[in-house]
């Protein structure tokens, strides 16, 4: 298999597999158990933001996200989970996932973009530094087999850099 | 079922609710397909996000099954079929022990450690159910035996209970005992001993978990004190609880009478055992118990608390000690007591592991189970019990050093605080809980104070209670930080003579007070009665030393001497026991106070102004008060924040640190406003600089900028805020390391801004050292009667003074007209004049000593600014060098996909410093400081610029000077040998004082002795560094950044990071080692 085999593309509403094929990998390979609401929340609102990996029609890879208005001041995109399969692992799919949504987000004017991730996952730190995302927070026992998280943004704009109370609403903007 | 096919419209309070779950079950439910969830615009998905999933594996805990074998563990609770022996006993409470701990240290839940146990389950259970007993058959399992304590009453028990005799006579039917004896070791061993140690280890989870929902910490994210539905806490037990762990004494100790043919020695071992774990348990409700108790900071004496409960059924407990409603001590015996038992288990370790790996009785192994999560419980996903590993590596060593030992160590340096309390101590406290020393307090013990989840939430509620005292005391918190601003900014101020004098009747203080009479009345009951009270009260001594008792304090004044007894000799810490008595043994209150009030009259200004100045407490309008009081209830939620921030974990503190930044930046803008409103509209002119009286003034003081102490102490509170908040970020491991090269270069601005704000406050200090200086010049001439009449005539011109004045000289037999002329009046001046001098050498002293403080301050500062330097110009140097692991590194992807997407030209990436993604970063980096009026936030531009600034080594074309750069490795030494010599002189004066007799906080030689090791770390690393650099050759002087990566990599040189450099301050700098792979 070569990368040009992997086939990305968003969540297809009209097929209900994909979205089964997502909770799949995700309880195959996360260590946090999450329930079908947490899916339907991301995959209902925003399908353009879950993207799928797929080889020879099997789906190896996804990444689920949000785009969302966060206190009413800046657009903040949020990465959710990306997961590959574990055949398919250490071949640029979780990056290529990550560009794409990046690639979308900012399209759609996130001012920021969050995560958070475990603090000893350091393949997934990696991944997100080396695009330039930057440990902001420590978040003490985040998960809940314990471990700390690093909640990491990406800065897009200007607002990234300014306190949410000293954003002006979006009203006031001329 | 589409979305928003119902919104429903409700009016809750008028609604009649209709039970449709059966028809929505068994219409609507079939038509929803699997794995689809109902929408509707009346919730949001979010909410869902929440649920636990109805059969899915990993959530519901109901849909598990467990092995066989679960159901007759689940049913055995305290079984008669099979009772226990002191092996089994032991093997289950330690375990027990062991498991306590993990749930406080990893974070797990109650059902997969404590109530994993059948026994506690059941115990619980039954607890919850009724809280009696109600059965025979429980009776048998929980029957309290209180009144089975003679032969006579055992024999009648053996009796009633001889239905169930069979079963316990099955047990070792041939070791040659009795049938009585062997049904009452069985039947005292299962049912009383163990069910005694239960009840005690049940009690102390019960008491954390209440001390837990006290909401000091976070649910879920510092600890889960969630009990399992149909589980309810123990509540307030203690006394009962005691009364059982002692009758569980008393039934162990005759279990072993009853075993005597046994091997005495082994189970004497064993009996200790228990009767230290019982010893444990007991000593444990004294912790909460410390919660209630109020402690006296102002009055100290040698009092400690007496335990004052149960006693009599409680052991090795002084029950002499008479109660003191306000100790000023923390009886740390349980501590003690404790700390000595678990240090006996970890001396019989050994035995304990030869007892577990021994045991053949399989209860005491299946006794633990995750049944309980099926049984009670379905909020939370299954949960698997820990592994054998980690409940060892819950030894008993770890338990009491970071449990008891760091804990035992925090209370006696609060108990030095407490017995040496003054506004210097504690703010020396402060520093070590909260600022300097946020992770110091290993002492002896090598862990770190807060860092569990029992310290954090105990501390807290210990020393800031409900109604915002320290301690329970009548100190408040914002007194605290009144008496800090006092002391930095505040002594001999006309500020603070206002701040105290007056305030609106309504604060909670001032009704308590016994006096009426507002003018009298302190902003807090600092001062009931003068202004002069709170300031004296910042050096006073404990009524202890007057009777020679205290450790630490110098020496009690001789008296002999009266001449001798004058200021020279008297320490500055006798001002809270000096008064004016001695101008009249019966002078009344007022009239003490008018003296006090003359004696406090700027004699400068008043000369030079021409109009009353001086505000104090008898001319402050109710408006003014009113002004007042907003500002202190400003004061005081910020700095209740503040201080409560010690409860939170390391990462939550950073957080708050954060959000106190925007706190104190308000607080600073309304205290600004506020000093500059007292200087301009009452008049209370304080500058930062002293005018002899004959000057010019009034030409003078246009041009002095105002003193403003209320904002210059709040915005040095800031800046401690800003620096400790920046700098804590690095022991997270929030910081990528070439990261930490900016992250030092701010620290190093906010080291430079809090020396200059401190050089200020020192100015300001040294202005009232030369007014003082020149009021007892000034007093010293008035020797002669003539003089002084005149100045008093001066003086006069004050309607404020006149009264004063008037008031003494009634009280002495003269009248406001009678002048020096007057032989009696000229007696008064006289002896006035003398009491002056002495009370104004007195606050000169007590001047010399803020200086000092104010010294030590920047010193501090100064030594930590220069490990900021230092860190930040090592880090350049390592990045030039190419040592990939400091290297700033390229993110060229992003910043291509953010300039595709922007639709200006202007604002792609590279057109200046501050429009790249680097600036992005810098500013995301150092967003908490953006919305900060002063100091000004700084940009990526300034750091580039500062940088290149001191990289001489480095040519405008990116060429390295080889030469330069060898020798730029001298100057990053001196600042670090800089850092050592200020905190090595620091650690001297400390060892000097400590010579002389002065009582130091140890914790401070700890911080000190910290950052001392560190930067000598530092030191050593860097001139290692500096010899391998040395050893290189490289073929020209000048090089680019490209041949010097190469040349380093050729000699297989590499970056190395070391982060455990020490505690506290070290934290934040760690090693970065350029080592040979």
Same mark, same amino acid.
């Given at each position: 298999?070569?990368?040009?085999?992997?086939?990305?593309?968003?969540?297809?509403?009209?097929?209900?597999?994909?979205?089964?094929?997502?909770?799949?990998?995700?309880?195959?390979?996360?260590?946090?158990?999450?329930?079908?609401?947490?899916?339907?929340?991301?995959?209902?609102?925003?399908?353009?933001?879950?993207?799928?990996?797929?080889?020879?029609?099997?789906?190896?890879?996804?990444?689920?996200?949000?785009?969302?208005?966060?206190?009413?001041?800046?657009?903040?995109?949020?990465?959710?989970?990306?997961?590959?399969?574990?055949?398919?692992?250490?071949?640029?799919?979780?990056?290529?996932?990550?560009?794409?949504?990046?690639?979308?987000?900012?399209?759609?004017?996130?001012?920021?973009?969050?995560?958070?991730?475990?603090?000893?996952?350091?393949?997934?730190?990696?991944?997100?530094?080396?695009?330039?995302?930057?440990?902001?927070?420590?978040?003490?026992?985040?998960?809940?087999?314990?471990?700390?998280?690093?909640?990491?943004?990406?800065?897009?704009?200007?607002?990234?850099?300014?306190?949410?109370?000293?954003?002006?609403?979006?009203?006031?903007?001329? | 079922?589409?979305?928003?096919?119902?919104?429903?419209?409700?009016?809750?309070?008028?609604?009649?609710?209709?039970?449709?779950?059966?028809?929505?079950?068994?219409?609507?439910?079939?038509?929803?397909?699997?794995?689809?969830?109902?929408?509707?615009?009346?919730?949001?998905?979010?909410?869902?996000?929440?649920?636990?999933?109805?059969?899915?594996?990993?959530?519901?805990?109901?849909?598990?099954?467990?092995?066989?074998?679960?159901?007759?563990?689940?049913?055995?609770?305290?079984?008669?079929?099979?009772?226990?022996?002191?092996?089994?006993?032991?093997?289950?409470?330690?375990?027990?022990?062991?498991?306590?701990?993990?749930?406080?240290?990893?974070?797990?839940?109650?059902?997969?450690?404590?109530?994993?146990?059948?026994?506690?389950?059941?115990?619980?259970?039954?607890?919850?159910?009724?809280?009696?007993?109600?059965?025979?058959?429980?009776?048998?399992?929980?029957?309290?035996?209180?009144?089975?304590?003679?032969?006579?009453?055992?024999?009648?028990?053996?009796?009633?209970?001889?239905?169930?005799?069979?079963?316990?006579?099955?047990?070792?039917?041939?070791?040659?005992?009795?049938?009585?004896?062997?049904?009452?070791?069985?039947?005292?061993?299962?049912?009383?001993?163990?069910?005694?140690?239960?009840?005690?280890?049940?009690?102390?989870?019960?008491?954390?978990?209440?001390?837990?929902?006290?909401?000091?910490?976070?649910?879920?994210?510092?600890?889960?004190?969630?009990?399992?539905?149909?589980?309810?806490?123990?509540?307030?037990?203690?006394?009962?609880?005691?009364?059982?762990?002692?009758?569980?004494?008393?039934?162990?100790?005759?279990?072993?009478?009853?075993?005597?043919?046994?091997?005495?020695?082994?189970?004497?071992?064993?009996?200790?055992?228990?009767?230290?774990?019982?010893?444990?348990?007991?000593?444990?409700?004294?912790?909460?118990?410390?919660?209630?108790?109020?402690?006296?900071?102002?009055?100290?004496?040698?009092?400690?608390?007496?335990?004052?409960?149960?006693?009599?059924?409680?052991?090795?407990?002084?029950?002499?000690?008479?109660?003191?409603?306000?100790?000023?001590?923390?009886?740390?015996?349980?501590?003690?007591?404790?700390?000595?038992?678990?240090?006996?288990?970890?001396?019989?370790?050994?035995?304990?592991?030869?007892?577990?790996?021994?045991?053949?009785?399989?209860?005491?192994?299946?006794?633990?189970?995750?049944?309980?999560?099926?049984?009670?419980?379905?909020?939370?996903?299954?949960?698997?019990?820990?592994?054998?590993?980690?409940?060892?590596?819950?030894?008993?060593?770890?338990?009491?050093?970071?449990?008891?030992?760091?804990?035992?160590?925090?209370?006696?340096?609060?108990?030095?605080?407490?017995?040496?309390?003054?506004?210097?101590?504690?703010?020396?406290?402060?520093?070590?809980?909260?600022?300097?020393?946020?992770?110091?307090?290993?002492?002896?013990?090598?862990?770190?104070?807060?860092?569990?989840?029992?310290?954090?939430?105990?501390?807290?509620?210990?020393?800031?209670?409900?109604?915002?005292?320290?301690?329970?005391?009548?100190?408040?918190?914002?007194?605290?930080?009144?008496?800090?601003?006092?002391?930095?900014?505040?002594?001999?101020?006309?500020?603070?003579?206002?701040?105290?004098?007056?305030?609106?009747?309504?604060?909670?203080?001032?009704?308590?007070?016994?006096?009426?009479?507002?003018?009298?009345?302190?902003?807090?009951?600092?001062?009931?009665?003068?202004?002069?009270?709170?300031?004296?009260?910042?050096?006073?001594?404990?009524?202890?030393?007057?009777?020679?008792?205290?450790?630490?304090?110098?020496?009690?004044?001789?008296?002999?001497?009266?001449?001798?007894?004058?200021?020279?000799?008297?320490?500055?810490?006798?001002?809270?026991?000096?008064?004016?008595?001695?101008?009249?043994?019966?002078?009344?209150?007022?009239?003490?106070?008018?003296?006090?009030?003359?004696?406090?009259?700027?004699?400068?200004?008043?000369?030079?102004?021409?109009?009353?100045?001086?505000?104090?407490?008898?001319?402050?309008?109710?408006?003014?008060?009113?002004?007042?009081?907003?500002?202190?209830?400003?004061?005081?939620?910020?700095?209740?924040?503040?201080?409560?921030?010690?409860?939170?974990?390391?990462?939550?503190?950073?957080?708050?640190?954060?959000?106190?930044?925007?706190?104190?930046?308000?607080?600073?803008?309304?205290?600004?406003?506020?000093?500059?409103?007292?200087?301009?509209?009452?008049?209370?002119?304080?500058?930062?600089?002293?005018?002899?009286?004959?000057?010019?003034?009034?030409?003078?003081?246009?041009?002095?900028?105002?003193?403003?102490?209320?904002?210059?102490?709040?915005?040095?509170?800031?800046?401690?805020?800003?620096?400790?908040?920046?700098?804590?970020?690095?022991?997270?491991?929030?910081?990528?390391?070439?990261?930490?090269?900016?992250?030092?270069?701010?620290?190093?601005?906010?080291?430079?801004?809090?020396?200059?704000?401190?050089?200020?406050?020192?100015?300001?200090?040294?202005?009232?050292?030369?007014?003082?200086?020149?009021?007892?010049?000034?007093?010293?001439?008035?020797?002669?009667?003539?003089?002084?009449?005149?100045?008093?005539?001066?003086?006069?011109?004050?309607?404020?003074?006149?009264?004063?004045?008037?008031?003494?000289?009634?009280?002495?037999?003269?009248?406001?007209?009678?002048? *020096? +002329? /007057? @032989? %009696?009046?000229?007696?008064?001046?006289?002896?006035?004049?003398?009491?002056? &001098?002495?009370? !104004?050498?007195? $606050?000169?002293?007590?001047?010399?000593?803020?200086?000092?403080?104010?010294?030590?301050?920047?010193?501090?500062?100064?030594?930590?600014?220069?490990?900021?330097?230092?860190?930040?110009?090592?880090?350049?140097?390592?990045?030039?060098?190419?040592?990939?692991?400091?290297?700033?590194?390229?993110?060229?992807?992003?910043?291509?996909?953010?300039?595709?997407?922007?639709? *200006? +030209? /202007? @604002? %792609?990436?590279?057109?200046?410093?501050?429009?790249?993604?680097?600036?992005? &970063?810098?500013? !995301?980096?150092? $967003?908490?400081?953006?919305?900060?009026?002063?100091?000004?936030?700084?940009?990526?531009?300034?750091?580039?610029?500062?940088?290149?600034?001191?990289?001489?080594?480095?040519?405008?074309?990116?060429?390295?000077?080889?030469?330069?750069?060898?020798?730029?490795?001298?100057?990053?030494?001196?600042?670090?040998?800089?850092?050592?010599?200020?905190?090595?002189?620091?650690?001297?004066?400390?060892?000097?004082?400590?010579?002389?007799?002065?009582?130091?906080?140890?914790?401070?030689?700890?911080? !000190?002795?910290?950052?001392?090791?560190?930067?000598?770390?530092?030191?050593?690393?860097?001139?290692?560094?500096?010899?391998?650099?040395?050893?290189?050759?490289?073929?020209?002087?000048?090089?680019?950044?490209?041949?010097?990566?190469?040349?380093?990599?050729?000699?297989?040189?590499?970056?190395?990071?070391?982060?455990?450099?020490?505690?506290?301050?070290?934290?934040?700098?760690?090693?970065?080692?350029?080592?040979?792979?």
């Amino acid at each position: 298999m070569n990368m040009s085999d992997i086939i990305y593309h968003p969540l297809d509403a009209n097929n209900p597999q994909d979205a089964l094929d997502v909770k799949r990998l995700v309880d195959l390979d996360i260590s946090e158990p999450y329930s079908i609401y947490v899916y339907r929340f991301f995959l209902s609102q925003w399908p353009n933001l879950c993207i799928l990996a797929k080889c020879e029609g099997k789906t190896v890879g996804a990444i689920i996200a949000k785009l969302e208005r966060h206190r009413n001041v800046r657009m903040r995109g949020y990465i959710g989970m990306v997961v590959v399969n574990r055949s398919y692992r250490k071949q640029g799919i979780a990056k290529k996932l990550v560009n794409l949504v990046i690639e979308e987000m900012v399209k759609e004017k996130a001012d920021e973009i969050i995560l958070e991730t475990e603090v000893i996952n350091e393949a997934a730190i990696g991944l997100y530094e080396n695009i330039g995302f930057l440990r902001v927070k420590r978040l003490h026992r985040y998960y809940l087999n314990q471990h700390d998280a690093y909640r990491l943004v990406l800065p897009i704009t200007d607002k990234s850099s300014i306190r949410s109370a000293f954003l002006p609403p979006p009203d006031s903007i001329i | 079922m589409a979305e928003n096919a119902f919104v429903p419209q409700i009016d809750i309070l008028n609604t009649q609710f209709t039970d449709v779950t059966s028809l929505f079950l068994s219409l609507s439910a079939s038509s929803i397909p699997p794995n689809q969830v109902v929408q509707s615009s009346s919730f949001a998905l979010f909410e869902g996000t929440h649920a636990l999933e109805i059969a899915n594996k990993h959530l519901d805990t109901s849909a598990l099954t467990f092995p066989a074998t679960e159901s007759t563990v689940a049913d055995f609770n305290f079984n008669n079929d099979s009772p226990l022996q002191f092996d089994d006993i032991i093997i289950i409470v330690d375990k027990l022990f062991r498991l306590t701990f993990l749930w406080l240290e990893n974070n797990q839940m109650l059902s997969t450690t404590v109530l994993s146990c059948v026994y506690v389950e059941k115990l619980l259970l039954n607890y919850t159910k009724g809280k009696k007993i109600t059965t025979k058959q429980d009776s048998l399992k929980f029957a309290t035996l209180w009144d089975y304590q003679t032969e006579e009453e055992l024999d009648q028990l053996y009796s009633q209970l001889k239905s169930y005799q069979k079963e316990y006579l099955q047990l070792s039917q041939t070791d040659g005992q009795s049938p009585r004896a062997r049904f009452l070791k069985n039947y005292i061993l299962t049912h009383t001993t163990f069910r005694s140690l239960l009840i005690g280890l049940v009690n102390i989870m019960s008491q954390l978990i209440q001390l837990f929902r006290s909401g000091v910490v976070y649910e879920e994210e510092d600890v889960i004190s969630q009990l399992p539905q149909g589980l309810e806490v123990w509540n307030k037990m203690e006394d009962s609880v005691c009364q059982e762990l002692v009758m569980g004494d008393i039934w162990a100790k005759k279990v072993e009478c009853v075993t005597e043919a046994d091997a005495a020695t082994t189970n004497g071992l064993k009996l200790e055992l228990l009767l230290s774990y019982s010893n444990i348990f007991k000593k444990m409700n004294e912790l909460t118990r410390l919660l209630t108790r109020s402690f006296n900071l102002t009055n100290s004496n040698n009092d400690t608390i007496g335990i004052g409960y149960g006693s009599e059924f409680v052991d090795n407990v002084d029950a002499s000690t008479p109660t003191n409603p306000n100790p000023t001590q923390v009886n740390t015996e349980f501590l003690e007591s404790m700390v000595s038992s678990l240090s006996f288990f970890e001396s019989k370790q050994p035995e304990v592991t030869k007892i577990i790996q021994t045991n053949t009785n399989i209860y005491s192994a299946q006794c633990f189970s995750q049944g309980i999560q099926k049984r009670l419980s379905n909020t939370r996903p299954l949960n698997k019990l820990p592994a054998s590993e980690d409940i060892a590596g819950m030894s008993y060593a770890v338990i009491n050093v970071r449990y008891f030992k760091s804990l035992m160590n925090w209370l006696k340096e609060v108990n030095y605080l407490m017995a040496n309390f003054n506004v210097t101590n504690f703010r020396r406290f402060l520093e070590l809980v909260f600022w300097k020393s946020g992770s110091v307090g290993s002492f002896d013990c090598g862990t770190t104070w807060g860092e569990t989840v029992v310290w954090r939430s105990w501390v807290q509620l210990f020393m800031i209670r409900d109604n915002k005292s320290l301690f329970g005391s009548d100190v408040k918190l914002c007194e605290v930080m009144l008496g800090q601003m006092n002391w930095f900014a505040g002594i001999e101020s006309g500020w603070l003579n206002m701040a105290f004098g007056g305030c609106q009747p309504e604060h909670p203080r001032v009704n308590a007070s016994s006096s009426n009479n507002v003018q009298h009345q302190g902003v807090f009951g600092i001062i009931d009665t003068d202004p002069m009270e709170f300031i004296q009260r910042d050096l006073s001594i404990p009524k202890s030393y007057h009777g020679g008792d205290a450790v630490g304090l110098p020496p009690k004044p001789q008296k002999k001497n009266k001449k001798k007894s004058k200021s020279k000799t008297r320490s500055p810490a006798d001002v809270g026991s000096l008064s004016l008595s001695s101008f009249n043994g019966e002078a009344p209150a007022s009239i003490m106070r008018s003296l006090e009030m003359i004696i406090n009259y700027d004699l400068v200004f008043m000369e030079s102004a021409k109009t009353p100045y001086y505000c104090s407490s008898s001319n402050i309008k109710v408006s003014h008060r009113e002004k007042l009081t907003e500002l202190l209830g400003q004061v005081e939620s910020t700095v209740f924040e503040w201080m409560s921030n010690i409860s939170n974990n390391p990462s939550r503190q950073r957080q708050i640190l954060s959000r106190s930044i925007v706190n104190f930046d308000s607080l600073q803008v309304a205290a600004e406003r506020f000093d500059l409103w007292t200087h301009e509209e009452l008049g209370i002119k304080e500058y930062t600089q002293f005018v002899p009286r004959k000057q010019q003034l009034s030409a003078i003081l246009r041009d002095l900028p105002p003193a403003l102490p209320f904002a210059t102490y709040v915005y040095y509170l800031k800046l401690q805020t800003m620096l400790q908040y920046l700098l804590k970020g690095t022991p997270l491991q929030i910081y990528k390391p070439w990261e930490w090269s900016c992250v030092n270069w701010y620290g190093a601005y906010f080291a430079d801004n809090l020396i200059i704000v401190l050089n200020r406050m020192k100015q300001c200090n040294t202005a009232k050292m030369q007014k003082l200086r020149y009021k007892i010049r000034e007093v010293e001439k008035l020797e002669n009667p003539a003089k002084f009449a005149k100045l008093v005539e001066l003086m006069k011109q004050d309607l404020v003074f006149k009264y004063h004045l008037s008031e003494v000289n009634k009280f002495a037999g003269t009248t406001t007209t009678t002048t *020096s +002329s /007057s @032989s %009696s009046s000229q007696s008064v001046y006289k002896t006035y004049n003398h009491q002056c &001098l002495e009370i !104004l050498q007195l $606050k000169l002293a007590k001047l010399m000593k803020v200086e000092d403080s104010l010294l030590d301050e920047m010193n501090y500062y100064e030594s930590l600014k220069s490990m900021c330097r230092g860190t930040h110009q090592l880090l350049e140097v390592y990045s030039n060098l190419g040592v990939s692991v400091v290297c700033k590194p390229e993110f060229t992807w992003i910043e291509t996909v953010i300039a595709k997407a922007s639709s *200006s +030209s /202007s @604002s %792609s990436v590279g057109f200046s410093d501050d429009d790249s993604f680097m600036a992005k &970063l810098f500013g !995301l980096r150092f $967003k908490s400081f953006s919305s900060v009026g002063v100091p000004d936030p700084l940009t990526f531009s300034q750091f580039v610029i500062a940088t290149t600034k001191d990289q001489k080594y480095l040519s405008d074309n990116n060429m390295v000077n080889w030469g330069l750069l060898k020798s730029n490795f001298d100057s990053i030494l001196l600042e670090f040998s800089r850092t050592k010599k200020l905190v090595k002189d620091q650690l001297d004066k400390l060892e000097k004082e400590s010579s002389d007799g002065v009582s130091n906080s140890f914790g401070k030689y700890n911080q !000190l002795t910290n950052l001392l090791k560190c930067s000598i770390q530092h030191s050593l690393t860097i001139f290692k560094t500096k010899q391998m650099i040395e050893t290189l050759e490289p073929e020209s002087p000048i090089m680019s950044k490209t041949d010097i990566a190469k040349l380093i990599k050729s000699q297989n040189y590499a970056g190395e990071i070391q982060y455990e450099v020490g505690e506290g301050e070290a934290s934040w700098f760690p090693l970065v080692k350029l080592v040979k792979k």
